[in-house]
């Protein structure tokens, strides 16, 4: 297997499949110890995620670091692809910070978090 953070199959980005799969079965889980409340971490974040990409970045940055404890065969590469995630998402919210309003403020405050 190569050492790339991002590998690819064609035209199928393997790294985001694989973090979204695990995003969706077990890291939003693990944000809560009740079923409701993960499964309304995984509604929230995947609402917000998709008009805000920054957030996006930062559940792909979350379930790789929670992947490189579950799998630590691959622990070098999910801190390596944990890194770069989470810094786009820096770079992309970093803007927003100066112009807070009522569009981007669920964002942020999920960034933040």
């Given amino acids: 297997m190569e050492s790339n953070i991002l590998l ?15 995003w969706t079965t077990t890291t939003c889980q ?3 110890a009740w079923p409701s409340g993960a499964t309304r971490w995984q509604s929230l974040m995947e609402d917000v995620a998709f008009n ?6 930062l559940m792909f940055a979350l379930t790789a670091l929670q992947l490189s404890r579950c799998r630590p065969n691959r622990r070098k ?3 390596a692809t944990a890194d770069h995630h989470y ?4 770079s992309r919210v970093t803007p927003d910070l100066a112009v807070i309003n009522s569009n981007n403020c669920d964002a ?3 960034q933040s978090n």
């Fill in 8 to 22: 690819e199959a064609g035209d199928l980005p393997l790294s985001e499949i694989e973090l979204t799969y695990h």
């Fill in 30 to 32: 693990s944000l809560s």
């Fill in 52 to 57: 805000h990409q920054h957030v996006l970045h």
């Fill in 77 to 79: 590469q999910y801190i």
């Fill in 87 to 90: 810094e786009i998402a820096l």
């Fill in 108 to 110: 942020i405050l999920l």
